[in-house]
């Protein structure tokens, strides 16, 4: 680690010369010890308590090589973003505290090499003792690893009182239960979960409120109003680009139509693929039609980061699709160098004034990074312990809001983040700043709604979180997939095609090269291409889940 940042960190007050006086009572649970039986349904922590209850009449035994009170040896692999800051994960005080509170020591593979690296481990004596990373860099995902047998499953350590905290908050939550076990009831990882009541939206149009109330404009609610909107924008403020996005992050716009592009359920729990329904055709049709009145970014399908944000910056662009924190939180920063411009978070448009939103733009609960345990390690019991903490009250004050007295202090019985964090002195993001003592940057722990109101620096941000919500919509994307090996083989074999032809006639719709009048013939070719399949094997996967 940069050891000069760290000790300029750990000047700013006596309590960060201290370890984190929460986690060092160990891998118990300190203060959730002290909830009532009536708080166990709600409190994963005060339902652990019941959980080591029944682990107590006996002690797990030791491995062998490992003598009592001494500390277990563990391998891991896990995700992070923190190498300009770290030169080796161990050094991170995140990862210290966590050795401390469960007696191991850790130590770190490079996992820079992402998927290729670790595919090469798979399989092999050589694998770490625990993976902590988003499931696509798993090999074949999680669940293949499972299946595999490069992983084992955590219901045992679960049921013998190793993962006390992870059990009961599950036994609390049906909906994330069914979400994180797969169709045989296994659980192959503990991942990152969202708490009931943490936002669920993080995306969404903005736009420039200043120009609105110059022109005598209201906040659009229809995608005719946006258009309207638009149209003045390019015509009395010139910009070239009215409506603009990134990496063709355009789905919203899809999903005012009542469709998703893709694989979607509808609210009688049929799948569909929504590239060959009529609303499709709606869809590129008023794409299209803005790509020929000239406001619509013609970039937006390949632009990166730092073209869209010039586009911001210059004012050529004033209706943007983007993100709470990357893409609104980089923009206030913007206007403090140019403080008339004001973006503000702006309704997903309807058809019809008054409807809601067609289309659930709410993530999942449970997230596609998690930490597994490898059918390699010789002591499962200490690794489930490590995985196990975040889900009990310490570990997971710990892994939201960090280090009392550095990056949180308690105000009226609850976390708020310091200056350190939200103000830090050497210019690091938020959560760059909270990363060096919380497990943001690793995430399998209880996301609080707490932490991620107080990582917002600007109100505007906070704002859109309740303005981009969609509590009435219908249609949502399907749950993360659950498919068999078989099922997942077919189903790419099938859809690799169809999604590259999607892709490249959807261009030439917008961009006026392909005809609107050859839907149709687009759409009989995806069901030459054998979609009818593809949409069979996606629904007896729904199914089971819903079976669960």
Not at 322 to 344: A, D, F, H, S, V
Not at 373 to 396: H, W
Not at 451 to 457: D, H, N, P, S
Request: with cysteine; aromatic share 10%; glycine share 8%.
């Amino acid at each position: 680690m940069n050891k000069g940042y760290l000790n300029k960190a750990l000047g700013l007050s006596l309590a960060s010369a201290l370890m984190l006086s929460t986690v060092l009572a160990g891998c118990g649970n300190g203060a959730a010890e002290d909830a009532g039986a009536d708080n166990v349904a709600e409190s994963p922590g005060g339902a652990a308590k019941k959980a080591e209850e029944t682990a107590e009449a006996g002690q797990e035994e030791q491995p062998a090589g490992q003598a009592d009170g001494e500390k277990a040896q563990l391998s891991v692999w896990a995700y992070w973003t923190n190498s300009d800051l770290y030169s080796d994960q161990g050094d991170w005080e995140y990862w210290q505290a966590i050795e401390e509170a469960c007696n191991v020591e850790l130590s770190f593979l490079d996992s820079s090499g992402g998927k290729d690296a670790l595919s090469l481990l798979a399989g092999t004596d050589d694998l770490p003792d625990i993976i902590i990373d988003y499931d696509w860099t798993f090999p074949g995902g999680v669940q293949k690893m499972l299946n595999d047998g490069s992983i084992i499953a955590l219901n045992d350590l679960m049921d013998n009182g190793s993962m006390p905290n992870y059990k009961a908050y599950l036994e609390s939550d049906a909906e994330v239960d069914k979400l994180i076990k797969n169709d045989a009831g296994l659980y192959a990882w503990a991942p990152m979960i969202r708490k009931p009541d943490s936002p669920l939206v993080f995306n969404g149009n903005m736009i420039r409120q200043d120009w609105l109330d110059e022109l005598g404009l209201s906040m659009p609610q229809t995608v005719q109003e946006m258009e309207d909107v638009l149209v003045a924008f390019k015509d009395k403020k010139g910009c070239d680009s009215a409506y603009s996005f990134i990496y063709g992050n355009y789905s919203l716009m899809t999903n005012s139509f009542g469709i998703v592009e893709g694989m979607y359920v509808d609210e009688d729990n049929k799948v569909h693929f929504g590239a060959i329904e009529d609303k499709y055709l709606d869809f590129l049709t008023t794409f299209n039609r803005w790509m020929n009145m000239g406001i619509l970014d013609p970039d937006g399908f390949t632009q990166d980061a730092d073209a869209f944000f010039a586009k911001i910056a210059s004012g050529r662009t004033g209706f943007v699709w983007g993100y709470t924190g990357g893409t609104l939180g980089r923009i206030q920063t913007m206007q403090e160098e140019n403080p008339e411009m004001n973006y503000q978070p702006a309704p997903n448009p309807v058809q019809n004034a008054g409807e809601a939103f067609p289309v659930d733009q709410s993530s999942y609960r449970v997230n596609s990074i998690g930490g597994a345990i490898s059918a390699t390690c010789k002591n499962p019991e200490a690794a489930a312990r490590v995985l196990d903490y975040n889900y009990g009250e310490e570990g997971n004050m710990l892994a939201n809001y960090g280090k009392e007295g550095v990056t949180y202090e308690m105000v009226d019985g609850k976390p708020v983040f310091t200056d350190f964090v939200l103000h830090n002195p050497d210019g690091l993001s938020i959560e760059k700043s909270l990363s060096i003592y919380a497990g943001c940057n690793n995430k399998p722990f209880l996301v609080e709604k707490d932490y991620m109101l107080g990582g917002y620096a600007y109100d505007v941000q906070k704002k859109s979180l309740e303005v981009w919500e969609t509590p009435d919509a219908k249609i949502r994307n399907l749950p993360p997939s659950s498919m068999t090996e078989q099922e997942v083989t077919e189903y790419n074999s099938i859809m690799t095609d169809i999604q590259t032809y999607v892709d490249e006639c959807k261009l030439k719709f917008i961009l006026g090269t392909e005809p609107l009048e050859n839907f149709p013939a687009f759409v009989e070719n995806i069901k030459n291409m054998n979609i009818a399949r593809a949409i069979e094997i996606r629904q007896a996967e729904y199914d089971r889940y819903l079976e669960r």
